[in-house]
C-alpha cells in the first residue's frame, strides 16, 4: 500500500531464465530514467542491439528508443517491439522493458 501512495516502480532483470528484482524507483520517470541508465551501463563500449518492448509502442516508447539512440555509442539495432499480453498480465499493461544484447 505504501509503495501504491509513493509510485514505486520495480525494475527487474532476467538472468538465466530467473526473474529477480533489480531496484526499486519512485516515480514513473524517475524508473524510466533508472532502466536506460542501466541499459547503457549494462551495453557498456561493447556493439549491442536493443530492443525497447511495451504493449504498445507509442511516445513513450519512441522517446526511450531515441534517449538509447543518443547514449549508446556503439549502437546496431534498435527495434520497438509490442510485448505479449501474457507479459502483460503478469507485470500491468503499462510495463517497459529493455533488451541489450550483444550484436551479431
Do not use: C, N, Y
Not at 532502466?35 to 516508447?61: C, K, M, P, W, Y
Not at 547514449?71 to 499480453?85: N, P
Amino acid at each position: 500500500m505504501i509503495g501504491s501512495a509513493l509510485s514505486i516502480r520495480p525494475i527487474l532483470t532476467l538472468s538465466g531464465g530467473e526473474v529477480a528484482p533489480l531496484a526499486r524507483v519512485p516515480g514513473t520517470k524517475r524508473a524510466i530514467a533508472k532502466l536506460v541508465d542501466l541499459a547503457v551501463q549494462h551495453a557498456g563500449d561493447a556493439t549491442v542491439d536493443v530492443a525497447v518492448s511495451s504493449a504498445e509502442v507509442g511516445d513513450r516508447e519512441q522517446r526511450v528508443a531515441g534517449e538509447l539512440r543518443r547514449r549508446l555509442a556503439s549502437l546496431g539495432d534498435l527495434t520497438l517491439v509490442q510485448g505479449s499480453t501474457v507479459i502483460g498480465a503478469h507485470v500491468g499493461p503499462r510495463a517497459l522493458g529493455i533488451t541489450v544484447s550483444p550484436a551479431r
